[in-house]
């Protein structure tokens, strides 16, 4: 979950999912590292900042969850070098079925079927992957 509206129709996705197989729902957002050298203090305010909003998607997402009676677990996993790897760690350790993607994120890169993260989960994931359009 990465605020995005892609993102939003794969939560919807994975909640009808999750209802309908009785299944709990875990909601993911993993804060990468900032792609470029960042000062002590900016890289303090970047991590605050995106845990700001990843905390209040993912409580978005699971307060839905939760109000049609799932059993959902929110989590944030910061500092990451590879988002496509902590995804396919979360869900291996996790033992997850499926792994509920949107296209694309917030990258930016509009002219792409396929997001980098989507491609990445898709290829690396250690279970099936449904990308969301």
């Not at 960042?38 to 905390?55: F, V």
């Not at 799932?70 to 988002?83: D, F, R, Y």
């Not at 902590?86 to 890169?109: H, M, P, Q």
Request: charged fraction near 20%; hydrophobic fraction near 40%.
């Amino acid at each position: 979950m990465d605020g995005s509206p892609n993102a939003a129709r794969a939560a919807r996705v994975a909640i009808t999912l999750a209802k309908k197989y009785e299944a709990e729902l875990y909601v993911l957002h993993v804060i990468p590292q900032p792609p470029y050298l960042l000062p002590p203090d900016s890289l303090k305010d970047y991590y605050r900042d995106t845990k700001k909003a990843a905390e209040k998607w993912v409580d978005e997402v699971a307060s839905l969850a939760n109000s049609q009676g799932l059993k959902v677990k929110g989590t944030i996993l910061e500092h990451a070098p590879s988002v496509v790897q902590f995804i396919s760690d979360y869900a291996a350790k996790n033992e997850v079925d499926l792994v509920v993607v949107g296209t694309r994120g917030l990258s930016g890169f509009k002219k792409l079927l396929i997001g980098s993260t989507s491609a990445g989960t898709v290829s690396h994931a250690p279970c099936n992957i449904l990308v969301v359009r």
